[in-house]
């Protein structure tokens, strides 16, 4: 069976299962499917150029701890969990957490535009728009990373950032009115 057929014939729950059971091709399998989005968390949550290592040892850590999966959520909710988590450590050692998650978010979002007036507008609303994340406290920022830069679910975001359901809704509520807020102080701008 071809790699790609393989990847798509089996789910989740079934890949886990059998990898519990020493299965490395399965593990392959689910490596395949989550390195992409486990990725894009790290570079979104701040890893910027550390992203390939913190999903490397992420992976690692999901597999030595499959044992600890209760399947309650994904698997893709479960590892970026872990993702997070070691960008937090990232950032603990290294003692960088200012400005990492927003250069990336940036750089992913510079798209050409055919108009030279348009682009030069929308990469000033992204600058302003970057700058405002910037001034929003860490826990503020995460929340709204999850839940619009990497366009997780409540439920996902609850469990990638290790915080009840609720809590994530009431902080996600609170972080964008603030964002808002400093939106709408800035002159010239529709928040």
């Given at each position: 069976m071809a790699r790609l057929e393989r990847t798509t014939a089996l789910d989740d729950a079934t890949?886990?299962?059998?990898?519990?059971?020493?299965?490395?091709?399965?593990y392959e399998i689910l490596v395949d499917r989550y390195t992409v989005p486990a990725h894009r968390a790290a570079v979104l949550l701040g890893a910027g150029?550390?992203?390939?290592?913190?999903?490397?040892?992420?992976?690692?850590?999901?597999y030595r701890q499959l044992?600890?999966?209760?399947?309650?959520?994904?698997?893709k909710a479960w590892l970026l969990a872990i993702v997070a988590n070691e960008t937090r450590n990232l950032h603990?050692?290294?003692?960088?957490?200012?400005?990492l998650v927003l250069r990336a978010a940036a750089r992913a979002a510079n798209e050409p535009a055919p108009d030279?007036?348009?682009?030069?507008?929308?990469?000033?609303?992204?600058?302003?728009?970057?700058d405002q994340l910037?001034?929003?406290?860490?826990?503020?920022?995460?929340?709204?990373?999850?839940?619009?830069?990497?366009?997780l679910s409540e439920a996902e975001t609850a469990v990638t950032?290790?915080?009840?359901?609720?809590?994530?809704?009431?902080?996600?509520a609170r972080a964008l009115?603030?964002?808002?807020?400093?939106?709408?102080?800035?002159?010239?701008?529709?928040?």
């Open positions: 890949a886990v299962a059998r990898a519990r059971d020493g299965d490395l091709e399965a150029s550390d992203a390939d290592d913190v999903v490397q040892e992420s992976l690692v850590k999901a044992s600890r999966y209760r399947g309650d959520s994904g698997f603990r050692s290294r003692g960088r957490r200012d400005g030279p007036a348009e682009s030069a507008m929308a990469a000033e609303r992204r600058r302003l728009l970057v910037r001034r929003l406290h860490d826990r503020d920022r995460e929340v709204l990373v999850c839940r619009y830069l990497l366009d950032l290790g915080l009840p359901k609720g809590t994530v809704k009431s902080r996600t009115a603030k964002l808002r807020e400093h939106l709408s102080g800035e002159e010239g701008t529709d928040a």
